[in-house]
């Protein structure tokens, strides 16, 4: 599967618009130095402003640490470690695995003796079974996230 490494984080579009948050909150300061008329209520709004900008600031950093960004491996990785059942009898299999999605949305196949299985969020598997090759699936069952194939 490929991916596009060379993503636009968020530290990096922080990086980005910290900087200009705070050209801002200096050009308002600047602005009300320059209109002071009386000296101590001037003072008052400068630091509200300063208190502000450094409140945003802090706040915009906790956000982006605390967002991590989902990749596709990470779903990979989950259907790694996914686990079925194969009971083999003397005429016939039983399939057993769990499967996300709703029934009308899970497809399965049976052709020479690899048995495909599509459901929901992109899951897709092939396992192939030994000794079906004329086999065909004979029933299919999907009760709680559960398939259960009888391979005849």
């Not at 200009?20 to 200096?26: A, D, E, K």
């Not at 409140?55 to 967002?67: D, P």
Request: net charge positive; charged share 25%.
């Amino acid at each position: 599967m490929s991916s596009y490494k060379g993503a636009y984080s968020n530290e990096q579009s922080l990086n980005f618009a910290i900087p200009i948050i705070v050209i801002l909150f200096l050009g308002i300061i600047y602005i009300m130095t320059q209109r002071a008329d009386s000296g101590f209520v001037s003072f008052i709004l400068i630091g509200a402003a300063g208190l502000t900008m450094f409140y945003w600031v802090k706040v915009l950093k906790k956000m982006a640490k605390n967002q991590k960004p989902t990749y596709p491996q990470a779903r990979e990785q989950e259907t790694k470690n996914w686990v079925y059942d194969l009971i083999k009898g003397e005429e016939e299999f039983v399939f057993v695995a769990e499967v996300p999605g709703p029934e009308d949305k899970i497809t399965v196949r049976l052709v020479d003796g690899i048995l495909y299985i599509r459901g929901t969020s992109g899951f897709s598997k092939e396992i192939p079974i030994e000794g079906v090759k004329e086999m065909q699936i004979f029933d299919f069952k999907y009760k709680n996230g559960v398939l259960t194939l009888r391979i005849k």
